[in-house]
């Protein structure tokens, strides 16, 4: 795994060989020039060692992952990688920063001749010593690895054989192993029985160790006889498809003598033609179990013939896009086990000789929690289960299973087959992949993950690179949803847009990933007094969950701390901030949202590396003049924080791509409950900005924002109206925007009239009087509209069939003071794509209608502080898909109408009650 700290040091030389220093040097410093030039030639040749090194670390053999020396070898690579990575950081700080995202360097102004002479000999010094180091570490690994990869690998541990073992294991599970699986079983048994002729695709996805292949196992048994012909076969991600095409045709003709022989001397054409001849006119069942790629599949299928006969292909995969191979309706998702059938499953593997599979009372508190570690999944129950199994019943000794779980699943040879299934997942992920899995470990168990600041945060620690025309988030957002896709992370949450909102780990593997982490050397994480993981070895990366003792000095002196991480909230801080902008001049991430900061240090200035700051719910009032030097800067979070005015220096992070400095300042109920920050003059300088939440609306800095040509996202307070034009001016020079919201400085005398095109917007938040007919342009101004807020508006027409007109809406919000009339009404046909509608706070509001045929895709209905309205709309019981209903800030009669209502039996709704 070392090949991923590889690819992060080869990234950052790149960045400070590109357009060198050298070529930038003016006549005031020729004399270095020279001297510049032979530094980036050693750093070239080492970047061009490192890169051959990297590739084939992800060539080799992943048997040979196992062997202690190679492990050392490896130990050796990561620290020469480390190594290079601060000479790196020495130089840029030393000769140059980096003047734009192309890369270029310049000298610093100012830059003392004798100091600079010796830094540079110092570096270049340093990287000479790196280049020994390197000629040392592949002597070493053709002396001795050698020796090792050309001997006796009976000892090894191969990771493939061993899933392939335990896909046939899971083949002969008896039918009392099988506990929570009916209903999937039924649905596949009804999929292989139908009555369609034509040959369907059936593919079964979920995580390893879901069992997905002891499902098909136990459906292939029971029904392949009703086929003409059947055949199970294994793939892996190092198949061979000559390997694969002769055990399919030995599968099938396994009861007729001399196949085997026969095609052991053909090739892959004769192999093809053989099987599609046998199988053209016959009703077949064929499992291709464990699939990796959708290329696998591509491989065999032109062979496994699309007849009409009812044939049947099943395939098993890890993989979403393998999975959408299946015919129409054919997929099946394995989730998690519930916890009653996780119970039942542990009770079958732990009690096998216990009347009923009883476990003994005084065991059931242990028992429940050990079971809830294994959230739900399968192999891990199994496993478990049965180390208890050979285990005394005794509390004592359930106890210290229960306590050393962790560290049995990592080293106990009873998890074998757990860790192998898990790790085959992670082996096979693609390096620029494995360090944004890797970083995910080093939060806590369960943890929620939100997808725009974890892609923040893999963009500042350099994980993401260049692809085509996307910007570096999008690139970031396909990772993540890859990770998704391949079950290596879990989907929680999606929005309404069907984006990935919120996301975790599953617990067993979030266990084996910080295995993997802490002999990666990717990071440290801190919690309660113990680190895991060794903060001189792994000090690159620190994430604090919970601190019970005083941990500054152990890491504030550690020269190569790159990133920290704060989650827990009462870590101190007055000291801590300070300490690191003095010690830890090589940071890059510094995310200490939450803690209770009130003064940011001038030093802050000196981290000319940093590319994170996170300084969210904090109680700073000010930024130090020293922030305009924080040249490589990506994101600042200052939400919910003091600071009202940003210093003028701020202009100059030319490099920030995303602001956040808004702040509540009123209750939400309350008109402006939000406000921004007032940015100096020079905003249009920041033309990489793409988040900017929230302006505080100026004349000049409003004339300026139509420089910002690559803002997603602009939040905008205390409008006035007389900004409305040149507002709407700079607006429609932003061609990629897809989230606005725009605050009126004023409820009654202000009026937001924004005429302006925008074409990909996608997201439209207005609090404010808007003039007559205002809604009559979104139609045409706003084509991929997804989601309205209306707030405040004044609105006394019926807005409905204006924005009716918005067919790709799918939420929709009509708030506070936005519309002064009695009724609304849905007409058939009306928002045919909206899922979420909320209507709060419209006093006049007495009744509702809703026409058959209308908001037929709705999912979510909010009613809130309606006090008009005194009965319950009969027509709600025409929103069939409806899935959450909530009734809020009602009175106690209206509640009795509701439980009264013959529309609303047997539906389930919520409901709070006025103060």
């Known amino acids: 795994m070392a090949e991923i700290v590889l690819l992060l040091v080869i990234e950052k030389i790149g960045v400070a060989l590109a357009n060198g220093a050298a070529n930038q040097a003016c006549a005031e410093f020729c004399k270095y020039a020279t001297r510049l030039t032979e530094l980036q030639a050693s750093m070239g040749r080492v970047m061009r060692e490192l890169r051959v090194m990297h590739d084939v670390l992800c060539q080799m053999d992943i048997r040979k992952r196992n062997h202690q020396a190679f492990e050392s070898w490896l130990d050796g690579v990561r620290k020469v990688a480390h190594d290079m990575e601060d000479m790196v950081d020495e130089y840029l700080y030393r000769v140059g920063r980096e003047h734009d995202i192309g890369c270029c360097f310049y000298l610093k102004k100012g830059f003392r001749k004798p100091r600079s002479l010796l830094s540079l000999n110092q570096i270049a010094s340093g990287v000479k010593e790196i280049e020994k180091d390197l000629a040392h570490l592949s002597e070493t690994k053709n002396r001795w690895i050698s020796m090792i990869n050309n001997g006796d690998t009976s000892s090894s541990i191969y990771i493939v054989q061993r899933s392939q073992e335990l896909a046939n294991i899971s083949r002969t599970l008896d039918e009392e192993d099988l506990v929570g699986v009916d209903e999937n079983r039924e649905k596949l048994e009804q999929w292989l029985g139908g009555d369609n002729g034509e040959r369907s695709v059936i593919t079964l996805l979920g995580m390893g160790g879901l069992g997905k292949t002891v499902l098909a196992a136990n459906v292939y048994k029971k029904e392949r006889e009703k086929f003409h012909c059947h055949a199970w076969v294994s793939i892996s991600q190092t198949y061979s498809i000559e390997d694969v095409l002769r055990n399919i045709i030995k599968e099938l003709f ?13 090739d892959i054409t004769c192999l093809q033609e053989t099987l599609k001849r046998f199988l053209e006119k016959k009703k077949y069942l064929i499992i291709l179990d464990d699939v990796w790629t959708p290329e696998a599949f591509y491989d065999f299928s032109r062979t496994l013939v699309c007849n009409v006969k009812g044939s049947r292909l099943i395939i098993t995969t890890r993989q979403r896009d393998v999975a959408a191979l299946a015919s129409q309706g054919h997929m099946l998702t394995l989730e998690a086990l519930p916890e009653d059938e996780a119970w039942d499953l542990f009770c079958k593997k732990s009690f096998p000789r216990e009347m009923n599979h009883e476990c003994p009372e005084e065991l059931k508190l242990l028992s429940k929690e050990i079971v809830s570690k294994c959230k739900g999944l399968p192999l891990a129950i199994v496993s478990v289960g049965s180390l208890l199994y050979v285990r005394e019943k005794t509390v004592e000794e359930w106890k210290r299973i229960h306590d050393q779980l962790s560290w049995e699943i990592i080293n106990n040879s009873r998890f074998d087959h757990v860790r192998n299934v898990l790790h085959l997942s992670f082996i096979y992920l693609p390096t620029y992949l494995k360090s944004c ?6 939060f806590p168990e369960d943890y929620l993950f939100h997808r725009k600041k974890l892609v923040r945060l893999w963009l500042a620690e350099g994980f993401i ?11 970031a957002e396909g990772y993540l949803k890859e990770l998704v896709n391949r079950n290596m992370l879990q989907l929680v949450r999606m929005n309404s847009f069907g984006r990935i909102k919120r996301f975790k780990m599953h617990d067993i593997i979030h266990e084996l990933a910080v295995d993997l982490c802490q002999k990666d050397c990717s990071g440290v994480k801190y919690e309660e007094n113990k680190c895991v993981g060794s903060l001189q070895k792994d000090g690159r990366r620190l994430v604090v969950h919970n601190l019970k003792k005083d941990i500054q000095q152990s890491f504030c002196s550690i020269h190569g701390v790159r990133t920290l991480i704060a989650l827990d909230k009462s870590m101190p801080s007055s000291i801590l901030l300070p300490q690191l902008s003095e010690k830890s001049r090589y940071m890059t991430v510094l995310e200490l949202s939450g803690l209770p900061i009130e003064k940011i ?27 305009e030097k924080l040249s490589n800067l990506l994101t600042l979070d200052l939400c919910i924080t003091d600071i ?10 030319k490099k920030l791509r995303h602001l956040f400095a808004e702040k509540n300042t009123l209750p939400p109920s309350d008109f402006g409950f939000c406000s921004g920050v007032r940015i100096p003059i020079g905003l249009g300088n920041l033309t990489n900005l793409q988040t900017l939440q929230a302006l505080e609306a100026q004349d000049e800095s409003i004339r300026q924002l139509g420089e910002l040509r690559q803002l997603r996202s602009l939040r905008i307070w205390n409008v006035k109206g007389i900004y409305c034009g040149h507002l709407s001016e700079s607006l429609a020079q932003m061609p990629f925007l897809t989230y606005l919201y725009v605050g009126a400085s004023d409820e009654k005398n202000e009026v937001l009239q924004l005429n302006v095109v925008l074409p990909n917007l996608q997201k439209l938040r207005l609090t404010g009087r808007l003039p007559e007919g205002a809604l009559l342009g979104l139609q045409a101004a706003m084509q991929k509209l997804y989601s309205l807020h209306l707030c405040w508006s004044q609105l006394r027409e019926d807005p ?46 007495k009744r509702l209608e ?66």
């Open 850 to 915: 809703i026409k058959q045929g209308a908001l037929v895709t709705l999912e979510s209905f909010t009613l809130g502080n309606l006090n008009s309205m005194t009965e319950v709309p009969p027509s709600l019981a025409v929103l069939a898909p409806l899935q959450y209903l909530a009734f809020n800030e009602i009175t106690q009669e209206f509640l009795t109408l509701l439980r009264q209502c013959p529309g609303l039996v047997g539906r389930q709704w919520r409901h709070t009650l006025r103060d």
């Open 800 to 845: 409905l069939p204006c924005l009716s007109r918005l067919a790709n809406l799918i939420a929709l919000s009509i708030g506070t003071g936005a519309y002064s009339g009695e009724e609304f009404a849905f007409l058939a046909g009306w928002f045919p794509k909206l899922k979420n509608l909320r209507l709060r706070s419209l006093p006049n509001l």
């Open 254 to 266: 396994k009861d007729k003598a001399g196949v085997s022989s026969d095609t052991a001397a053909m």
């Open 601 to 627: 240090p001038d030093s802050i200035g000196d981290l000319f590396n940093l590319r994170h700051l996170g300084l969210r719910n904090s109680k700073v009032k000010l930024l130090p003049k020293s922030i």
């Open 644 to 653: 009202q005015e940003l210093p003028g220096g701020i202009v100059k992070l």
């Open 465 to 475: 690179v260049e692809k085509g025309s996307s910007t570096l988030e999008e690139v």
């Open 437 to 442: 899995f890797l970083y995910c470990s080093l």
